[in-house]
Structures are given as structure tokens and as C-alpha cells.
């Protein structure tokens, strides 16, 4: 009996073992996340030539929370640069902007808003009312705004982003990105200098138009706590999980990185500060030239009042790669053949182009002319003849 009742308790005991381990191992994950990585999908990538780091499930579509407002602050710095829209211009905030909930600046409906308040609202503390009040302004209705959306993300390549709002709230229907797609936004935003008058903020109250005060917080921690980030985007839902795309500079290299899915907070923001310190240990950037950067040079031009003396760099020419394993570059400049004046300085007039060792051309930059040239007139042609007869008679 004695063995009997032994024999009962170890089968109890190894049963409830048995048990236990079961439920251990068909405990159902967060849907795409993979623990041993502790993020569903990574992207790092240089900023100068796109040249890809590290590439993780990098295409896999996954939510991607308030990253969508990279798009929405992306499309009003657009707005922007081209004259449609003004930092201090005034914007009458709906209804249906003020009632949005998530993170907010609680702006009152009815009441107007600057355009800058209204975008450091959305790049310091994700504020979804201020992102949906620059939505509406620029396409003049939310649905509108989205299109736009998804139209730029066609122009970038985004091959698998789709929008459904400009917050990325997630009860208005499917949206999904990748942490490539993420990234290349967040490139392009980054063109915009103006973005990182925003994007360095820590803290600040920020004053209404009726003296209430709400705090504004940055979401991106790693502009505090990473030295050289100074721009980037977080994004948190249940079904995103905690998501990031930051950049940070050091020297002449700027990174960007992009992860998504992390189970915490602290991971998130713990995987890119190590994606950051490994890129900038293991690669470099060199520069031949910088955008704006002039070249001595002496081109007639024909029938032209003057010359050009010196020609512009476009934009940066650069080469990225490993530490010690870049090689010998130079460079070679090549400018059109019969330039007629008159000539603008918005007028390309050749090109300075990278070349390897071997010859390829590695990157280029088109080449504009540092002057205006005006074409001559009846009394320049006359006194070019008269100064040239004395010439000869003298």
C-alpha cells in the first residue's frame, strides 16, 4: 500500500510536471517577434549613399504605431519648401482633430494654432491632434491627406507601406510598413534642415493661445541619452509593440536605424544605440565634396557679358564603406561644350564625377555656375569691336 501510494505521488507529480512544461512551450509569442532577437525586424543604413548596414526581416510588413508621422511631418516640410504652407501661419484645429486620444497637445477646437507649434507638438511629443491638424490644412480633409500619403510612399519606394491616417492610430483601418520602408522616409525627412530645429527639444511647456500649459516630453530618449543622435521617431501600440527610427552623426557619418516590434521600451532604444556604436566603429565616411563647395574654373561663355570663374557642387560627393578597406578615389570634372548666354545660376554647366581605381564612376554632382552670365547687347557687341580696333591700331 505504502509503495502503492508512493508510486500514485510520483505519477502525480510527474504528470503535473508534464503540465507545466506543456503550457511553457505553447504559450503563444507576440505575434512576429522573435525573442531571440527581442525585435521583429532591423534596418541600418547610411544616410549619405543609402548603403545598407544591416538588414534584418527588413520587408516583413508589420505596424508601425506614431512612426506614420515621419510621413505626416515629412509631407509638411514639402508643403513647406514649396511656399504652400508657412511656419507661422495660423491653423483652425476640428473637432475631429482636438477629440483625437493617444499622446496629444490638446489643442482646442475652434481655436488656431502656428504651423510650428503645431510640428514641434508632432516631433517632440507624437501629439496625434497637432499630426491630423497639418493633415487637414494640407490636403483640406483627413481621407485626402492619406492619399497623399501613400502616394509619396509610391514616389520613395516604399513597396510595402500602406497609410490609413496620419497618426498611426490603429482603429481607422489596416496600415503596415517595413523597417526598410520606415527608414527610407525617415532619409528623406532628414533633407529637410528645419526638421532639427524640432527634433533636439527635451522638454518644454508649451504655452496655448488661452495660458494653459501642457508639458511636452520627447519621446526619443536617445537625444538625451546617445551622444550624437539628434533626430528620430518612436512608435508604441499593443499590436506594433515599441518601435524606433533614429539617427545619429558622428564626424561626417550619419546612421540611421530602425527597429520594430521590441517587447519594451528599453529595448528598443538599448538595440539602436548598439546598431549606432557598431556602424560607427566598423565604417567611415570620406568626403570629396561638400553641397555648395566651388571650383575654380574659366569658361567663355558665348555672346556673353562675362565668364564663369567658379562652379557649385550640387551636393555632397562621398564614399561609405568598412574601416581601412576604402580605396583610391579621384575625381574628374567635366563641363558642357557650347554654353550660350544669357545663363542662370539655376542652369547646370557640367559635372564633377568619383571614380575608382578601376575608373567607375562612383557618385557625381552636377556643376552650376557661381554668377549669372547676361547675354551682350547691340552696345556691347559695338564696344567690343571699338575696344579691339584700338587693340589693333595702338
Known amino acids: 500500500m505504502n509503495n502503492y501510494k508512493k508510486f500514485t505521488l510520483l505519477a502525480s507529480i510527474t504528470m503535473i510536471f508534464s503540465i507545466i512544461i506543456g503550457l511553457f512551450l505553447f504559450i503563444p509569442k507576440n505575434k512576429g517577434c522573435y525573442a531571440a532577437n527581442d525585435y521583429r525586424a532591423l534596418y541600418v543604413m547610411d544616410y549619405n549613399t543609402g548603403t545598407v548596414i544591416k538588414q534584418e526581416n527588413e520587408n516583413e510588413r508589420y505596424p508601425i504605431a506614431s512612426m506614420v508621422k515621419i510621413m505626416t511631418l515629412l509631407l509638411a516640410f514639402e508643403e513647406i519648401d514649396a511656399n504652400r504652407l508657412t511656419l507661422d501661419e495660423k491653423v483652425l484645429v476640428s473637432d475631429y482633430a482636438a477629440g483625437m ?13 502656428p504651423v510650428t507649434d503645431l510640428l514641434k507638438g508632432v516631433t517632440v511629443c507624437s501629439a496625434n491632434d497637432a499630426a ?20 509619396k510612399a509610391k514616389e520613395l519606394g516604399m513597396n510595402n507601406t500602406l497609410f490609413c491616417n496620419a497618426t498611426g492610430l ?6 503596415y510598413s517595413t523597417a526598410k520602408d520606415v527608414s527610407i522616409m525617415m532619409r528623406e525627412l532628414l533633407t529637410h534642415p528645419k526638421y532639427y530645429d524640432y527634433t533636439k527639444i527635451t522638454l518644454e511647456d508649451y504655452i496655448h493661445p488661452d495660458g494653459r500649459k501642457t508639458q511636452m516630453v520627447n519621446t526619443n530618449k536617445l537625444i538625451r541619452a546617445y551622444a550624437g543622435c539628434d533626430a528620430g521617431k518612436t512608435g508604441f501600440t499593443n499590436e506594433a509593440m515599441f518601435c524606433l527610427s533614429a539617427s545619429a552623426k558622428k564626424g561626417d557619418t550619419r546612421v540611421i536605424v530602425t527597429v520594430l516590434g521590441c517587447p519594451d521600451s528599453k529595448t528598443r ?13 566598423e565604417y567611415e565616411t570620406r568626403v570629396f565634396l561638400k553641397k555648395g563647395d566651388k571650383i575654380p574654373c574659366e569658361i567663355v561663355i558665348d ?6 570663374e567658379e562652379a557649385i557642387c550640387e551636393n555632397d560627393i562621398c564614399v561609405f564603406g568598412k574601416r581601412g578597406e576604402l580605396e583610391n578615389y579621384s575625381l574628374s570634372v567635366t563641363f558642357f561644350d557650347n554654353l550660350l548666354a544669357p545663363l542662370s545660376q539655376n542652369s547646370p554647366i557640367g559635372k564633377v564625377s ?15 555656375p557661381s554668377n549669372n552670365v547676361e547675354k551682350k547687347n547691340f552696345a556691347d557687341n559695338f564696344r567690343h569691336v571699338i575696344d579691339h580696333w584700338k587693340i589693333i591700331k595702338d
Open 101 to 113: 486620444g493617444g499622446s496629444q497637445l490638446f489643442l482646442d477646437a475652434g481655436k488656431q494654432y
Open 269 to 281: 532604444f538599448r538595440k539602436v544605440s548598439e546598431n549606432f556604436s557598431s556602424a560607427f566603429s
Open 354 to 368: 568619383l571614380l575608382s581605381e578601376s575608373g567607375q564612376e562612383i557618385a557625381f554632382s552636377s556643376l552650376y
Open 303 to 308: 555672346n556673353g557679358k562675362s565668364n564663369i
Open 132 to 151: 491630423v491638424a497639418l493633415g487637414e490644412r494640407i490636403s483640406g480633409s483627413n481621407d485626402e491627406f492619406v492619399n497623399k500619403m501613400n502616394k
Open 170 to 175: 490603429p482603429d481607422s483601418g489596416e496600415q
